[in-house]
């Protein structure tokens, strides 16, 4: 009889009930609190701030108290706009030490953006660092401001929040046009537990290479929380955007782990650096946002010497399906469940039973998961309705061999994935459709080679046919970049079905 396509090896280790994700990350017990915590490099062999976990834990304590004198305490929601800077992770830390909820939010945000996410967040105070786009408030720190928050006395210690209490907030694009706060508890850190071995192989004498802005969640996470919570040291470029920087980095700095996305991997394949000499301390690679294309992860394993560990995630709930040391990628798979997950392929027809492994369906995620999110943002129809019974719904659909990897087989329902971003298709024809020239518009995600994949859109004039630069223009006023199309094709008519609704298979299909 065929098994049902459920992983179970039981639970993880209990989080403790009285727990803080700023203490468990920067207030442990390290042997060496001197050993370096962070170096930030403006170019191979140029170490720009050299940290150790002491000199964190000070200056995390220090910008706490400095907030807790602008009257932030638990619970307030602290919205961070900060660049690609060493300030983006004191200040989130700090937020939590004090029991706040710090919000970061993505440097490509434009204003206008932005200004919805304030008035849905109704933020206690606004961290606006140089460059990034933010509207006035009375409420908005600039960098002068900020950067006095560490002049303070340092807060008397870490707050004493509960597991279950906020610990930090991440917007995601919704179904519905609207981002959605996805707000996790504190747990989520202890959570985070599970990736150490079964994706990282993660050791304290790690030197983790995060090719990610320090703003962006995948390296707050990946790339700095993890590293700094098992005593590592984590390794952050802060210098121009080069693709043929990571080797020269790597080798200049030690690095012993490298974690991108597919993205970065395909570019750096690119060009003709020595990937062998570059990466000679490398134990492997870490690649997560989006799927690795088997020939991308061939050609660096070849060039580079060593293997790439892929994990799937989302905002909801972190990374919780990958390949590890101990559990080597099977071509065509996504991973495997994280032992201490609890992991179902529930029938698309409204089931909460399992079905028979090998048989696709809707990927799921126990509520018992401690990195999953408490919830939506003042959503709670939405947040209700992610749930069937026990299960958390991922929005993704895939298939549980008997070895328990996961094939991947894409979203269940329309959201896109534009360089690892989620986006929402609904909030893109949005934009598209304030311009006079659109009446009718559908994105959807087209693979223009092998393995890249951007965002299309396709409309219907109001008259004359706007240009597609004119178009890009138009989208890039309204929209981060990520989120903008790529490509623009004017049609006739868009592609119904009898019901009325749009077919977007026919438009992936569309010449462009």
């Not at 907030?169 to 989520?188: C, E, F, I, L």
């Not at 080597?328 to 529930?346: E, S």
């Not at 696709?360 to 749930?387: E, I, K």
């Not at 979203?411 to 598209?432: I, K, Q, T, Y």
């Amino acid at each position: 009889m065929t098994r049902p396509s459920l992983f179970d090896q039981g639970p993880p280790p209990p989080c403790p009930a009285r727990f803080n994700m700023a203490a468990h990350t920067l207030d442990h017990d390290h042997p060496d609190p001197d050993k370096v915590a962070l170096e930030v490099l403006n170019a191979p062999g140029e170490v720009a701030e050299r940290w150790s976990h002491a000199d964190l834990r000070r200056v995390v304590l220090a910008t706490a108290g400095g907030l807790a004198a602008r009257g932030i305490g638990k619970g307030d929601r602290v919205l961070l706009r900060i660049g690609n800077s060493s300030d983006f992770p004191i200040l989130f830390f700090a937020a939590n030490a004090l029991g706040a909820v710090p919000v970061p939010t993505s440097t490509q945000l434009t204003e206008a953006e932005v200004a919805g996410i304030i008035a849905d967040l109704d933020p206690a105070l606004i961290l606006a660092g140089v460059g990034v786009a933010c509207p006035e408030a009375p409420n908005r720190l600039d960098a002068n401001a900020i950067a006095a928050l560490r002049d303070h006395a340092p807060a008397p210690g870490f707050a004493d929040t509960g597991s279950d209490d906020p610990a930090y907030m991440v917007y995601t694009s919704g179904t519905g046009g609207r981002p959605k706060g996805v707000v996790h508890a504190q747990r989520a850190a202890w959570a985070r537990r599970m990736m150490w071995q079964d994706w990282y192989g993660l050791t304290p004498e790690d030197r983790v290479l995060h090719a990610g802005a320090f703003n962006w969640t995948y390296t707050l996470g990946a790339g700095l929380t993890d590293p700094w919570a098992i005593g590592a040291t984590a390794l952050i470029h802060a210098g121009p955007p080069d693709r043929a920087v990571w080797p020269a980095l790597a080798a200049a700095h030690r690095a012993t782990i490298f974690a991108a996305t597919p993205g970065v991997y395909r570019q750096m394949l690119g060009t003709d650096a020595d990937l062998a000499a570059g990466f000679a301390h490398l134990r492997h690679g870490l690649s997560a946002g989006e799927a690795m294309p088997e020939a991308v992860a061939a050609e660096f394993r070849a060039r580079a010497g060593c293997e790439v560990y892929e994990a799937l995630g989302m905002s909801e709930v972190s990374t919780y399906l990958s390949f590890s040391p101990g559990s080597p990628p099977v071509p065509g798979r996504a991973g495997r469940p994280q032992r201490g997950r609890r992991v179902a392929i529930l029938p698309d027809d409204g089931g909460e039973a399992p079905v028979p492994r090998g048989e696709p369906g809707r990927l799921a995620v126990s509520r018992r998961d401690p990195g999953l999110m408490l919830g939506y943002w003042r959503r709670p129809d939405d947040t209700a309705a992610a749930f069937r019974g026990e299960w958390f719904l991922t929005g993704d659909r895939a298939e549980m061999a008997e070895d328990d990897t996961i094939t991947y087989h894409g979203r269940a329902d329309d959201l896109l994935n534009a360089g690892g971003f989620r986006v929402s298709p609904a909030e893109v024809e949005a934009a598209l459709l304030a311009h006079p020239g659109v009446a009718e518009t559908a994105v959807v995600e087209r693979e223009i080679r092998a393995g890249v994949s951007v965002i299309a859109a396709f409309y219907v004039p109001e008259g004359a046919a706007p240009s597609g630069d004119e178009l890009a223009r138009h989208c890039a006023a309204r929209l981060a970049r990520y989120k903008c199309p790529r490509i623009f094709t004017a049609l006739e008519t868009l592609p119904r079905s009898a019901n009325g609704k749009i077919i977007r298979r026919a438009l992936r299909e569309e010449p462009a």
